[in-house]
């Protein structure tokens, strides 16, 4: 009974699927016994789900109005769409960003910028080019809208970004279409933890800026940034490279709350395009909320405010500033007891730099290592021929020895 283009489409979550088996395995053998490293959460040494005090205290306090009314517009609060600028293209950004227009739209989390952006930009038919390690939902995403799926290698044989497939692929599809869509997630890349250099930033921008003939839509997702150690110093000089970009290269940051606060179920995010040419933002600003009003019709207005409430003013700010600090350098810890224990035990994985989650490349055998370690009762979450394990959500006495039983597995199957 599905319309045509809706048939075929089944979602297999694989995530969703693999956490229930781990809820199962609490329950018959208790949590102690238990490694859960499938959430993409952040959670306590507790294992509870990492709660901001600032946030809490702040939601708590909003206003019956701001927390049940509808938002005054589609877009999203004015003061919402400035506050999200300001985060990702820091306070200074009119003067720095000489010759380049920015304009945001509230958007249901990450994922709701995600869909935006392609559904609006994607030709029916196109390709969209992903990173070979990349988080599933953005397939599925395409392939909602009609499109069909291109990888790039993420990494080359030194474990950097992978420049050259890279370009390679980007001109392929120049050649053949007229709107290249493509995602770029950095930093605290899903499901690695990579993060480009600067380097990597000049000579991805030097490449963009050459294209010509071809429109050039570049998602940037950033859903993890604030968890990531990169420094102001050179995130603002990476800042600075969007300078001098050519009409035909649209910039759209997919920004999300989940992460940010801590906020996963509310749904909060936001779209940031990035354009030389004003008449690009003004077309970005007319057809998205046309898109908003028919999906989700409009952002939660407490979402929204808890986020103003907290960025606009400086005690509030610092407290947040702070808490986030804790949960780095616990995310830090636990990095640190894995990757040393992956080195002493010659675990192979993916470069790891910052965020959430670090893989192992398992190979064909990944069935085969999962089984095994699900019997053991360890359970990640299988991504292409690896396994990703999230440092976000396993306390550091459960990652003590957990490289060792992946060997184990790896080497037995
Ligand atoms: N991008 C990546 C890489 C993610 O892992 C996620 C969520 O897991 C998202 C975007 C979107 O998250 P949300 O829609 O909750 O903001």
Redo the contacts with the bound molecule.
């Keep these: 009974m599905l319309a045509k283009r809706y048939t075929g489409k089944k979602l297999v979550d694989n995530i969703f699927a693999t956490s229930k088996k781990a809820k199962q395995a609490i329950l018959k053998f208790g949590k102690e016994n238990v490694i859960n490293a499938t959430i993409?959460s952040l959670y306590n040494e507790d294992e509870k789900l990492a709660v901001y005090d600032v946030v809490e205290s702040v939601y708590r306090n909003l206003s019956p109005e701001d927390l049940y009314a509808y938002a005054s517009n589609v877009i999203g609060e004015d003061d919402y769409l400035e506050e999200v600028i300001k985060v990702v293209f820091y306070e200074d950004y009119k003067e720095v960003l000489k010759g380049i227009h920015i304009a945001s739209i509230a958007t249901?989390?990450?994922?709701?910028?995600?869909s935006n952006t392609i559904k609006n930009y994607m030709d029916t038919g196109d390709k969209v080019l992903l990173p070979n390690w990349m988080?599933g939902?953005y397939k599925n995403i395409v392939i909602e809208n009609g499109g069909t799926i291109e990888t790039y290698q993420l990494f080359n044989e030194n474990g950097n970004f992978n420049f050259e497939d890279f370009k390679n692929k980007v001109l392929e599809l120049a050649k053949v279409q007229n709107n290249v869509v493509l995602v770029i997630?950095e930093p605290s890349?899903?499901p690695t933890g990579f993060r480009m250099t600067y380097e990597e930033w000049v000579d991805l921008m030097d490449f963009f800026k050459s294209i010509r003939d071809t429109n050039l839509i570049v998602i940037r997702?950033v859903?993890?940034f604030e968890y990531d150690d990169r420094g102001e110093e050179e995130t603002k000089k990476i800042r600075k490279l969007l300078v001098g970009l050519p009409k035909n290269v649209l910039f759209m940051y997919?920004f999300?709350?989940?992460?940010s606060l801590s906020i996963?179920g509310m749904?909060i995010?936001a779209q940031i395009a990035v354009s030389s040419d004003e008449g690009v933002i003004q077309e970005f600003k007319d057809a998205i909320p046309f898109s908003c009003r028919t999906t989700w019709s409009n952002i939660p207005k407490g979402g929204m405010k808890l986020f103003t409430t907290i960025m606009k003013n400086p005690e509030l700010k610092a407290n947040f500033l702070n808490e986030k600090q804790g949960y780095m350098n616990l995310l830090n810890e636990r990095a640190n007891i894995f990757l040393t224990e992956a080195k002493e035990q010659n675990l192979e994985i993916l470069p790891y730099k910052s965020g959430f989650f670090v893989t192992v490349p398992v190979g064909e055998t990944v069935d085969k290592v999962i089984e095994d370690l699900e019997n053991k009762n360890i359970f990640v979450i299988k991504f292409d021929t690896g396994i990703r394990i999230g440092l976000c959500s396993v306390p550091k006495r459960k990652i003590k020895g957990l490289a060792k039983k992946i060997k184990d597995s790896i080497d037995k199957s």
């Design positions: 993409g249901t989390g990450g994922t709701g910028a995600l988080w939902t997630n890349h899903n997702d859903a993890y997919a999300s709350l989940s992460k996963y749904r995010g």
